[in-house]
Structures are given as C-alpha cells and as structure tokens.
C-alpha cells in the first residue's frame, strides 16, 4: 500500500509536471507551441508520406523508425491516387506546400488523426526533430505525440559546436556521434579544429610528412604537471583522417544539415607541422618535436615565401574536401618571439613598411584571406586576428571576452560569439564539487551556458546584424575518452542549443533545467551518450540552521530516482528512496548531514549533494 501511495505521488507530479511545461519538453524551445486536445496514435498501420521521400527529413525519419522498431516505411505522394488520399492515421512531410516559412523554419500540427511536418530544406529537417523528440514510446512500433501546432525558426544562423581532435585524438564513429547528438539539438556548424603544436590530424598528399610525423606526439603531460616536474605518461599518442575519413565526416554531417568547418591553424600553434617541416620555421637549424604538453608555444610559422606557398597548397587540396563557405584559420595566441629576433621577418616588417610584429601577423593573415578568398572562400579567425588590422572579409570569432566581437562589428564584420567567459567553454568545470572530473579550470555550469546571450547591448542594431551566432568549443587537453568528451558535452550542448536557437523571450532556465532537460536526458542514455546527471533538483550544497527542516526534492531526469543517508554516508542504490518530501527536526545543538545523489534508469549517477542541517 505504501509503495502504491508512493507511486500515485509521484504519477501525479509527472503528469502536473508535464502540464505545465508550455513547450512539450523539446529542446530548444520552439518559437510558438499551441497546445490542442488530444493525442496523436503513431501504430504500425500509421501511413508516413513525404511529397519529397530523397529529402534529409525523410530519410533520417526512416532510419530513425527502423533503428527504434517502428515498422513504417515511407510512401511517395506522388504515387498516391489523390482520389483515395485519407489523411486519418497519417503523418505527411511537405515541402511543396504553398507559403513562405521564415528561414530553416518549419511548422507541426498534430491533431488526434493525423500529423503534418512543412518545411524547406533544413526546415523540414528540424521539423522531423521535434516530432522525434514528441514521440512517447509505448511499445514496439507504438507512440503517442501530444496535439499541438508549433511554429518554429532559429534566432542564429549559425549555430556552432567546436572539437579538439588534436589535444586528444578521437576516432570517426565518435566524430559522428557528436555529429548525431548536435542534429537532435537542431546544431548546424560543426568546428573541426584539426591542427595544432601536439598534432596535425589531416591528410595532405603533397606533403606526407605532416602526418607521418606530425600526427604523432612521444608522450603526454600527466594531468597538470608542470612542464619543468618532466611529469609525462611515456605513451605515445597519435591518429589522423584520411581525406576518404574526412569526405565520410562531411557527407555524415551534411546528410544531418550541419556544414563542416576545417581548422587549420596559423600562424601560431603550428609545432606539428614545423616538426615534420622545419622550412616552415624562422630557425630552420633548430630540432623540434611534436609537442607534449599544453599551452602556447613560440614556435610559429615564419612568413617567407615558401612557407606562403606550402600553406597555399594545403589549403588548396583541403578545401575542396569541405563545401561549406568557411575556412577556419586560427590566428589565436601567436608568440611574437621568434618573428622578432628572426633577421627575415624583421626586414618584411620595414619592406612592407608594417609598425611592428603585430602588423606582421595582419599582414600573414591578409595573404592567407587573399588566397581563400581566391579559392573561392571565406576566412574565420580567433579574435587576435584583429589585431595589427582585421583582414578586409575576415569574420570573427570572438573568444576572449566579447571585445574583440564588439570591435569586429562596429567594423561591419560578421562575428560568431564564443566567449570562454561566458559559460562556452565547455572544457571547464561543470560544478564546485570534488567529484567532478579533472578540467582545465575556469567555471561553466549549465546554468551560465543557459544564461548568456550573444547580443551585447552595446551594438547598434545594425551592428547587431553582424552577430551571426554563437558557438561553444570543446577543448581537449584534459579530455583523453570519448566518455569524458560527452560528459563535459552533455548536458551543456542543451544549453547552447537553447542559446542559438531560441527567442531570447522563451528562455526559462527553471523550465529548461527542471521539466524539459529531465525528458531529453532519457533520450541521451537511449541513444547511449555519457551526460552529465544532474544533482536532485532542490537539494542544496551548504549548512542550514534552524531546528525544523522540510527537504522537497525532484528527479533531474524522469524515470530516475533519488536516494538519501542522513548519517554522513555516501548514498547509493541501497539507501533510502526518496518519494515525498521530508520533514525533520534537529535537537539543539545537533547536527544532521542530509546527503542525497540522482541514479538514473541506467546506473548513471550524479554528485553527491551534501546539506548540514544545524541546530
Ligand atoms: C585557448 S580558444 C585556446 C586553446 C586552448 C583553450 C583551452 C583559443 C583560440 N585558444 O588553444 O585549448 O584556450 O581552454
């Protein structure tokens, strides 16, 4: 009887819960949703036509049914006589209707008969997402999809997740799965960073060596050691994509509307292509080796005319690997050391009449615009490329702080916000507790990644327009597993997702982090993803007086439960269940130590949270 009490309690939470959430717990939140009576029966009998069946959204819907056991396949309008067309029990993706939707926008209506997806291009795409995302499974090949109508279109056109595939190298089919968790989150720019001083992870033909030698380092620092403790794991570290890999990568990501954008770093943070060309450097003579720690290194490329032309050529056999309009060219933490006490670059910057090094390095990434350029390309670069000069059709990507954004687009330069400050780095440290993993430092909770904006005040409206989108970046010197990769991805790429998708009016961290990310999360650990669990939801990290106390939790994630000591133990699956809220009185003079910790469906386990509760 009690348990039956228990279990009624919390039905009825969850069924209030989702009431009251007014997006249907999809992720980013819509532009409208208008809730209607009624559910949608998706059954085996349930007729899927497509006016379009070769469209990304119908053939990711297809495969999505077949891999989740849906029988349904998809029929072709066309061939349908439109006489005996019924619309009950059917779902029709269009994108011939008549109209006009706002750019990648779509629209659902699903009433109790049927559903219908509108969208152009990746528009339709979307739209297959959130009705994937509304889909209550009930069995196999049986789901129901709540009535509603959504309007739907993105606040950015870019909306940008960043991999460092060179600090830690990660494989294809790991590459593709971050591809596929920032489709679900309708993510479009996928920022490859494939060169850097402790690796070169690209194929290049006309220059072998960059991957013989470069995509290899010796050994790797042991956590944060420092350089001079000569702490480092004697084992060797290393891989590369073959360019067949890469057109693999790109055609996967194009398939699920995310265009690639290629690294290739320059000037500085180029150590693994100097080790396997020493040419390229301003000190030819010197001996150097794929570096293996972190930082930033003095060893950068020198602007001599070989070194023009070497880059020139990687670039040209690269790009033709990566449709998309960008090239992505650094520019970022470049040393000025060796360029100064280098007799050739001196004499460039009085040839070239520049005023120092930082002209310098506007004047390299000048010649490297003009030939992308050539080629048919834009460049983007870190926002050090602003100074000594911004390159004429450069944009930004803005990283320290928003400064370098706000100056680019007062230039009349497109900008792509990416502040570490500002929650994007997702390299940093999700909470304050000890239990979390080894990071880099800084301070990221989700709740920062959520709140920023990428708007500055300061802009003008026109200004504003330069504001193209935002991006979060996932540096890896400290991320050697595909699972830590997730861990510190998931479930801050939600967050971002929100960010750059979203009107800023919709925003609600109190119902993106307690009602719709508790029914995204199940959808992570069914698509087998490592995310981060969330701490109940209520509990608190700090020491609270009084002599009574009430302790009202919820569960982060729906299914999961949450189990609680109060005598100072780590709680686990055998402690207490926590099924309604507690209320508890302390002796004066007492101390009580409330810990309580989330255990998902799947074993996954969040933080211990800690309350002392004192009298
Ligand atoms: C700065 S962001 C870097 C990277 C590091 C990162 C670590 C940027 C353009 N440069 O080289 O990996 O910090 O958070």
Same mark, same amino acid.
């Given at each position: 009887?009690?348990?039956?009490?228990?279990?009624?309690?919390?039905?009825?939470?969850?069924?209030?819960?989702?009431?009251?959430?007014?997006?249907?717990?999809?992720?980013?939140?819509?532009?409208?949703?208008?809730?209607?009576?009624?559910?949608?029966?998706?059954?085996?009998?349930?007729?899927?036509?497509?006016?379009?069946?070769?469209?990304?959204?119908?053939?990711?819907?297809?495969?999505?049914?077949?891999?989740?056991?849906?029988?349904?396949?998809?029929?072709?309008?066309?061939?349908?006589?439109?006489?005996?067309?019924?619309?009950?029990?059917?779902?029709?993706?269009?994108?011939?209707?008549?109209?006009?939707?706002?750019?990648?926008?779509?629209?659902?209506?699903?009433?109790?008969?049927?559903?219908?997806?509108?969208?152009?291009?990746?528009?339709?795409?979307?739209?297959?997402?959130?009705?994937?995302?509304?889909?209550?499974?009930?069995?196999?090949?049986?789901?129901?999809?709540?009535?509603?109508?959504?309007?739907?279109?993105?606040?950015?056109?870019?909306?940008?997740?960043?991999?460092?595939?060179?600090?830690?190298?990660?494989?294809?089919?790991?590459?593709?799965?971050?591809?596929?968790?920032?489709?679900?989150?309708?993510?479009?720019?996928?920022?490859?960073?494939?060169?850097?001083?402790?690796?070169?992870?690209?194929?290049?033909?006309?220059?072998?060596?960059?991957?013989?030698?470069?995509?290899?380092?010796?050994?790797?620092?042991?956590?944060?050691?420092?350089?001079?403790?000569?702490?480092?794991?004697?084992?060797?570290?290393?891989?590369?994509?073959?360019?067949?890999?890469?057109?693999?990568?790109?055609?996967?990501?194009?398939?699920?509307?995310?265009?690639?954008?290629?690294?290739?770093?320059?000037?500085?943070?180029?150590?693994?292509?100097?080790?396997? @060309?020493?040419?390229?450097?301003?000190?030819?003579?010197?001996?150097?080796?794929?570096?293996?720690?972190?930082?930033?290194?003095?060893?950068?490329?020198?602007?001599?005319?070989?070194?023009?032309?070497?880059?020139?050529?990687?670039?040209?056999?690269?790009?033709?690997?990566?449709?998309?309009?960008?090239?992505?060219?650094?520019?970022?933490?470049?040393?000025?050391?060796?360029?100064?006490?280098?007799?050739?670059?001196?004499?460039?910057?009085?040839?070239?009449?520049?005023?120092?090094?930082?002209?310098?390095?506007?004047?390299?990434?000048?010649?490297?615009?003009?030939?992308?350029?050539?080629?048919?390309?834009?460049?983007?670069?870190?926002?050090?490329? *602003?100074?000594?000069?911004?390159?004429?059709?450069?944009?930004?990507?803005?990283?320290?702080?928003?400064?370098?954004?706000?100056?680019?687009?007062?230039?009349?330069?497109?900008?792509?916000?990416?502040?570490?400050?500002?929650?994007?780095?997702?390299?940093?440290?999700?909470?304050?507790?000890?239990?979390?993993?080894?990071?880099?430092?800084?301070?990221?909770?989700?709740?920062?990644? @959520?709140?920023?904006?990428?708007?500055?005040?300061?802009?003008?409206?026109?200004?504003?327009?330069?504001?193209?989108?935002?991006?979060?970046? *996932?540096?890896?010197?400290?991320?050697? #597993?595909?699972?830590?990769?997730? @861990?510190?991805?998931?479930?801050?790429?939600?967050?971002?997702?929100?960010?750059?998708?979203?009107?800023?009016?919709?925003?609600?961290?109190?119902?993106?982090?307690?009602?719709?990310?508790?029914?995204?999360?199940?959808?992570?650990?069914?698509?087998?993803?490592?995310?981060?669990?969330?701490?109940?939801?209520?509990?608190?990290?700090?020491?609270?007086?009084?002599?009574?106390?009430?302790?009202?939790?919820?569960?982060?994630?729906?299914?999961?439960?949450?189990?609680?000591?109060?005598?100072?133990?780590?709680?686990?699956?055998?402690?207490?269940?926590? #099924?309604?809220?507690?209320?508890?009185?302390?002796?004066?003079?007492?101390?009580?130590?409330?810990?309580?910790?989330?255990?998902?469906?799947?074993?996954?386990?969040?933080?211990?949270?800690?309350?002392?509760?004192?009298?």
């Amino acid at each position: 009887m009690k348990q039956l009490t228990a279990l009624l309690l919390s039905f009825i939470c969850f069924t209030a819960a989702a009431q009251s959430d007014p997006y249907l717990g999809i992720v980013p939140a819509p532009v409208s949703v208008n809730k209607g009576k009624g559910e949608f029966k998706l059954t085996p009998e349930t007729i899927i036509f497509a006016d379009t069946p070769s469209s990304k959204a119908a053939r990711y819907l297809l495969a999505y049914l077949k891999k989740n056991d849906y029988g349904n396949e998809i029929t072709d309008l066309a061939h349908v006589d439109k006489k005996r067309l019924t619309t009950k029990n059917t779902i029709t993706l269009s994108m011939t209707y008549k109209g006009e939707l706002p750019p990648e926008g779509y629209e659902l209506d699903i009433n109790d008969e049927r559903i219908i997806v509108k969208g152009r291009g990746a528009g339709l795409f979307y739209g297959v997402q959130t009705l994937i995302q509304l889909l209550n499974k009930k069995d196999r090949g049986y789901a129901t999809l709540p009535a509603a109508v959504i309007k739907d279109n993105p606040r950015f056109g870019y909306r940008g997740m960043h991999l460092d595939v060179v600090r830690h190298f990660f494989d294809v089919a790991f590459v593709k799965k971050y591809i596929d968790a920032m489709a679900m989150y309708k993510l479009n720019t996928f920022h490859w960073h494939l060169t850097d001083d402790q690796g070169w992870r690209i194929e290049v033909k006309k220059y072998p060596k960059l991957t013989e030698i470069g995509s290899k380092r010796a050994q790797s620092k042991i956590g944060k050691a420092k350089p001079e403790d000569s702490m480092y794991d004697g084992t060797p570290h290393g891989g590369f994509y073959t360019q067949d890999e890469v057109s693999e990568i790109v055609q996967y990501a194009y398939e699920r509307c995310i265009t690639v954008i290629p690294e290739i770093e320059m000037p500085g943070h180029a150590t693994a292509a100097i080790a396997a @060309y020493p040419e390229l450097s301003c000190d030819p003579n010197k001996a150097y080796k794929v570096v293996e720690t972190w930082g930033v290194f003095n060893d950068i490329f020198c602007p001599t005319n070989e070194t023009f032309k070497m880059l020139y050529d990687i670039i040209q056999e690269v790009h033709p690997l990566f449709p998309g309009k960008y090239i992505h060219i650094g520019g970022d933490e470049v040393p000025k050391i060796a360029w100064n006490s280098s007799d050739f670059a001196r004499q460039l910057i009085a040839d070239q009449n520049l005023r120092d090094a930082n002209g310098l390095q506007s004047y390299f990434i000048s010649k490297i615009e003009k030939f992308v350029n050539s080629q048919g390309r834009s460049i983007i670069g870190w926002d050090e490329i *602003l100074e000594g000069g911004l390159a004429p059709n450069a944009t930004v990507m803005s990283w320290r702080g928003e400064k370098g954004g706000i100056a680019a687009a007062q230039l009349n330069h497109d900008v792509i916000m990416t502040p570490s400050s500002g929650g994007l780095y997702l390299d940093h440290r999700q909470s304050k507790s000890p239990e979390e993993p080894l990071s880099i430092g800084g301070f990221a909770p989700l709740s920062k990644t @959520y709140a920023y904006d990428p708007v500055p005040e300061v802009l003008t409206k026109e200004q504003a327009k330069h504001i193209i989108g935002v991006q979060a970046n *996932l540096w890896t010197e400290y991320i050697a #597993t595909p699972a830590k990769a997730e @861990y510190m991805l998931l479930p801050r790429m939600l967050a971002l997702a929100e960010v750059a998708w979203s009107p800023k009016g919709n925003k609600d961290f109190k119902n993106f982090s307690e009602d719709r990310l508790a029914h995204q999360l199940p959808r992570l650990d069914a698509a087998g993803y490592n995310y981060r669990v969330p701490e109940p939801i209520g509990a608190m990290d700090t020491t609270v007086t009084g002599d009574k106390f009430s302790i009202q939790l919820k569960a982060p994630v729906e299914g999961a439960s949450i189990h609680y000591t109060l005598d100072g133990n780590t709680p686990g699956t055998t402690d207490l269940l926590y #099924t309604a809220p507690l209320a508890l009185t302390v002796p004066a003079g007492k101390e009580v130590t409330f810990k309580c910790i989330t255990i998902t469906p799947s074993g996954k386990k969040s933080n211990v949270v800690t309350t002392k509760l004192k009298n």
